[in-house]
C-alpha cells in the first residue's frame, strides 16, 4: 500500500494521513443487506419468498479525527476529492479495495463554522472488495486459485503473443 495506512484511508491515490492529518478512530464495516425477492400473492397469508440471491450497496462509516487544524483551502481540496466516485483503501487490508463514494458530504461543510476534531463520512460501495490486477505467465495447464467468498464476476483476459493458432480451453469450476 502507498504510504502510511495506519489508522488512515485512502481514497482516489489520496492517503487521508499522510495528506490531511486525518485519522480513523472507529469504522462501521456493515455487511450489505441481500436484495428480497418477494410477493404478495392475494389470498395468502405474507409473502413468497424467492430465496435472496444477490446483495444491495455496502454502507462503511469512517469515523475520522482531525489531528491538525485545517485551512479553507485544504478543506475545498478534501470536498474535490470526496466529490467523484473511487476506490477506498482502509488502513487493516490494504491489499483490497471497494468501489464507492460519498452521497451526504454536509459534516465536511461545517468544518468553517464550527471546531469540530471529529466527523463522519460514509461511504456507499459496491458490495464487495476487489484486488488489484495480477498478471501471469504461463504455459500448458493453469489452475486460479480463487480466494473470494461470494460468487463474483471476474474479467480472465488471454493474451496469445505468439503468431501460432493455440487453442484455448477455460473450464469454470464451482468453489465448494
Keep these: 500500500m502507498r504510504g502510511t495506512l495506519s489508522d488512515s484511508f485512502e481514497f482516489r491515490g489520496v492517503n487521508f494521513r499522510d495528506r490531511f492529518n486525518i485519522k480513523v478512530v472507529k469504522t462501521d464495516f456493515i455487511l450489505p443487506p441481500k436484495r428480497e425477492r418477494k410477493i404478495a400473492i392475494p389470498g395468502r397469508h405474507g409473502q413468497y419468498d424467492y430465496g435472496a440471491e444477490c446483495w444491495e450497496e455496502r454502507t462503511i462509516r469512517l469515523e475520522c479525527d482531525v489531528i491538525e487544524k485545517l485551512s479553507r483551502a485544504d478543506l475545498r481540496e478534501i470536498s474535490y476529492i470526496l ?89 469454470q469450476l464451482k468453489r465448494r
Excluded at 111 to 131: D, G, H, V
Design 83 to 171: 466529490g467523484k466516485k473511487g476506490k477506498l483503501y482502509l488502513w487493516d487490508e490494504p491489499d483490497k479495495y471497494y468501489v464507492g463514494e460519498i452521497y451526504h458530504g454536509g459534516e465536511i461543510m461545517d468544518f468553517p463554522k464550527q471546531n469540530m476534531r471529529t466527523f463522519t463520512l460514509e461511504f456507499i460501495c459496491e458490495p464487495f472488495a476487489y484486488r488489484e490486477s495480477k498478471t501471469i505467465e504461463f504455459e500448458g495447464e493453469l489452475q486460479i486459485d480463487y480466494q473470494g467468498t461470494m460468487d463474483t464476476p471476474c474479467i480472465l483476459e488471454l493474451d496469445n503473443p505468439s503468431k501460432g493458432s493455440n487453442g484455448f480451453l477455460i473450464t
